[in-house]
């Protein structure tokens, strides 16, 4: 089954700075690789996704690139701020509707003032 | 996104019962899925519900121990049977393919169990 490994398990950054976390996967048959961000408390929430077919995607300061060779996956943060301060999550699973996603570890992002 | 709510919220329980853990959805649904998520920790799929059969779970987790109910599109049920203290934990459920489209995931509140 699918194994997705995260690092780091934490992340302190100042604020405006970037941050990156790093992903990677065993079953090359996954093609669908969500991000999670889940503040102290609360449910896990989408943030940003990408599809095999894709090596890059970005949305305002988020971005997501893809090495589907090296079964490589990133989160990027551009000019952190305070609120971006919470665990982050990446999964890698199918893409379909009726698919799983297997999640990594986490990484817990704390943005310095 | 679809809204999701899950009941309890919250619940402290005696070992050697039984919990019943809601899911229910604001619109149809193919899969439900069901993640236990310990303090601190990351998040673990238990099992996989469709609609009309029965559910596919992961390594690690039996029918026996966390039998689910799956009766229409927009509701399923997760019983945590024979709890004991190392079955404390947060149980989220999430639902699959609401954007009608493809695997876009979205998470119930969870319910936290608390096992005495």
């Known amino acids: 089954g699918e194994n997705v490994e995260q690092h780091p398990s934490t992340l302190s950054v100042q604020e405006g700075d970037s941050a990156v976390i790093k992903c990677t996967y065993s079953d090359s048959a996954s093609n669908y690789f969500p991000w999670y961000k889940q503040e102290l408390g609360k449910r896990p929430q989408l943030i940003i996704d990408i599809r095999s077919n894709v090596g890059e995607k970005k949305d305002q300061r988020i971005a997501v690139t893809l090495n589907k060779t090296a079964k490589h996956f990133s989160l990027h943060i551009t000019e952190t701020q305070p609120e971006d301060s919470a665990v982050y999550f990446c999964?890698?699973?199918?893409?379909?509707?009726?698919?799983?996603?297997?999640f990594g570890s986490g990484t817990r992002l704390s943005i310095r003032p | 996104s679809a809204v999701i709510s899950q009941k309890p919220s919250r619940d402290i329980c005696q070992r050697g019962t039984s919990l019943t853990i809601q899911c229910q959805v604001d619109?149809?649904?193919?899969?439900m899925f069901w993640y236990r998520q310990q303090p601190g920790q990351s998040l673990t799929l238990i099992a996989t519900?469709?609609?009309?059969?029965?559910?596919?779970?992961e390594s690690g987790f039996v029918i026996d121990k966390f039998p689910i109910s799956r009766p229409n599109l927009t509701f399923s049920t997760l019983t945590v049977s024979n709890m004991s203290p190392e079955d404390s934990s947060i149980y989220l459920c999430?639902?699959?393919?609401?954007?009608?489209?493809?695997?876009?995931?979205?998470f119930g509140p969870g319910t936290r169990l608390t096992v005495l």
């Open positions: 519900a469709n609609q009309g059969s029965e559910a596919t779970y």
């Open positions: 999430s639902v699959g393919g609401a954007s009608g489209t493809y695997n876009e995931q979205f």
């Open positions: 619109s149809q649904v193919t899969m």
């Open positions: 999964a890698a699973g199918g893409y379909s509707s009726a698919s799983k996603i297997i």
